[in-house]
């Protein structure tokens, strides 16, 4: 299993989807990957989600997965996206098995640039 952990600095909410950028703290995440709890930044406190990794965007390409430290913008689905505001940290354990790594194609951002 892979623990992980991608602490967002911001959020967008586009319908029933969240669009999140943030980095990569904890071990390889990919497509398909769910998040099962959210916390403040730095907080023992967890509050139960359930947020699917729905696209990957890394440099204005999409990729089927990210490694550890690495910053991203997640597409993500699922009833809790709603909730998702402010800096906040998603964690889980991830039981898939990762594939090799791949560029699914390009991608363009939902943030706002700065």
Not at 10 to 39: I, K, P, W
Not at 77 to 89: F, I, N, P, Q, Y
Request: glycine share 12%; charged share 20%.
């Amino acid at each position: 299993m892979r623990e992980a952990l991608f602490q967002v600095v911001e959020s967008r909410h586009a319908g029933d989807r969240v669009h999140v950028t943030g980095r990569n703290c904890g071990a390889d995440l990919q497509v398909g990957d769910v998040f099962s709890e959210s916390s403040p930044w730095q907080s023992p406190s967890r509050t139960p989600v359930s947020l699917r990794v729905e696209r990957i965007l890394f440099y204005g390409n999409c990729m089927n997965q990210i490694g550890p430290g690495l910053t991203a913008e997640l597409e993500l689905s699922g009833s809790d996206a709603k909730l998702l505001t402010g800096h906040v940290e998603l964690h889980g354990l991830m039981q898939s098995i990762l594939g090799p790594l791949a560029v699914v194609g390009p991608g363009k951002s939902h943030m706002r640039r700065v």
